[in-house]
């Protein structure tokens, strides 16, 4: 099983300052067939489900504010709040979909200072 | 407006069984790729597992902890998924999503329903 790390487990920044996620994975989630990496991010609000961010690495899916952005290829992403809104507190997820079973790193709860 | 709506949870003593329920609409469910995904109260998400379409063979894929005790199902029919849940342990308590899954992306969730294994 390809196993996803996050770090940190929790930070806290100040309104419109920058907030970073990094994720790695075991192994790389890289398709060579495309050249697309399978890995996909999630926020979690208190009693939510998650939603979806963004996919394939770096593409937002529709409707997420792009203040959201997401980078990194093979084993190594990063998940980038340019300039965060009181509206971004809450826990955000990676998760690879290069193959079964899919799983997502442990989480990292982002607070505002 | 694509929605997913699960249901069935609640209570069940540790070695018993349950089945859940999760009703698609707005969307053409039989070609949907589908998956459950569960969140144990104060943790992290985990992969249970996910039936493909009929039209791609309808086949299942399952997380190890779950492999043999849990079986996803489909009706296109009723526009229904189904996890049907047996030999449940302590473990297993969560809350249980029922998601869409688009070219691998596990793209909309549903609000959840609560398993809790407990004597």
């Known amino acids: 099983d390809i196993v996803m790390t996050q770090s940190p487990d929790s930070l806290a920044v100040s309104l419109g300052e920058r907030a970073t996620i990094n994720c790695k994975s075991s192994?790389?989630?890289?398709?060579?067939?495309?050249?697309?990496?399978?890995l996909a991010w999630y926020q979690q609000k208190p009693g939510q489900p998650p939603k979806l961010l963004i996919y394939w690495a770096s593409t937002r899916e529709s409707g997420v504010p792009d203040r959201f952005s997401g980078s990194g290829s093979g084993t190594d992403f990063t998940l980038t709040i340019s300039s965060l809104q009181a509206e971004d507190a809450a826990v955000y997820y990676c998760?690879?979909?290069?193959?079964?079973?899919?799983?997502f790193g442990q989480g990292t709860k982002l607070e505002i200072k | 407006e694509v929605q997913l709506v699960e249901s069935g949870g609640g209570l069940v003593k540790p070695g018993g069984s349950l089945r859940l329920s999760c009703a698609a609409s707005?969307?053409?469910?039989?070609?949907?790729?589908m998956n459950w995904v569960r969140q144990a109260s104060g943790k992290g998400l985990e992969w249970v597992g996910r039936i493909k379409s009929k039209t791609d063979g309808g086949t299942t894929d399952y997380a190890a902890p779950v492999k043999g005790r849990f079986t996803i199902s489909r009706d296109d029919s009723k526009n229904m998924l189904y996890l049907q849940m047996n030999s449940l342990k302590t473990e297993d308590t969560a809350v249980y999503y029922c998601?869409?899954?688009?070219?691998?992306?596990?793209?909309?969730w549903g609000l959840g329903t609560l398993v809790t294994v407990s004597s």
């Open positions: 998760q690879q979909y290069y193959s079964c079973p899919y799983t």
């Open positions: 192994q790389t989630v890289l398709y060579s067939s495309n050249d697309k990496n399978s």
């Open positions: 707005g969307f053409s469910f039989s070609y949907a790729w």
């Open positions: 998601t869409t899954e688009e070219q691998q992306i596990i793209d909309l």
